[in-house]
């Protein structure tokens, strides 16, 4: 039977552990921000997942979505890898970096003991959270510009070319 596969908005190098690449922490810093604090005005379906904070740092790290690195960002990646294990959308390994992760969504990683990837949890609870069609994110009113210009673009030959 045809089927149509939800997007996956993944990014293209390690974000964490001092990692700077500008759209790739921007990305996080929007999930972050949609799944851990808030959700409106495009995400605000209860889907058992609430709002988790690092003991460490505030908000400043993940808002405004600056694409800009800091220390603190791997304080809420923690918090979230810990909250998701414990909500069962792991298990995730708790550090405070975020992998690329293989495009396909619940693909485990690959020689591997079964972990899922942080960026599989945060597109799941994204999906789930979403009002609008999450193939429409980059058309979000909250989404940067420059982000949604890169996730609308980004198609089937940019990921070949890069893969291969």
């Given at each position: ?48 997942f ?48 975020i ?35 999450y ?9 940067p ?9 980004f ?7 890069t893969?291969?």
């Amino acid at each position: 039977m045809p089927h149509t596969i939800l997007p996956f908005y993944n990014v293209d190098s390690r974000v964490g552990g001092g990692q700077r690449r500008t759209m790739d922490v921007m990305l996080v810093q929007y999930m972050l921000f949609k799944v851990c604090i808030n959700g409106l005005p495009h995400f605000n379906k209860q889907v058992g997942f609430t709002p988790v904070a690092p003991d460490v740092s505030g908000p400043g790290a993940i808002f405004p979505f600056t694409g800009l690195y800091s220390r603190e960002l791997d304080s809420w990646i923690r918090a979230f890898r810990m909250a998701a294990n414990q909500r069962g959308y792991g298990p995730l390994t708790v550090d405070g970096m975020i992998n690329p992760a293989p495009i396909g969504w619940g693909k485990r990683s690959i020689g591997k003991t079964g972990r899922w990837y942080t960026l599989q949890a945060l597109n799941t609870l994204m999906a789930a959270k979403s009002e609008m069609p999450y193939s429409q994110l980059p058309l979000a009113s909250d989404l940067p510009g420059v982000l949604a210009n890169d996730l609308a673009v980004f198609g089937l030959e940019d990921y070949l070319s890069t893969r291969i």
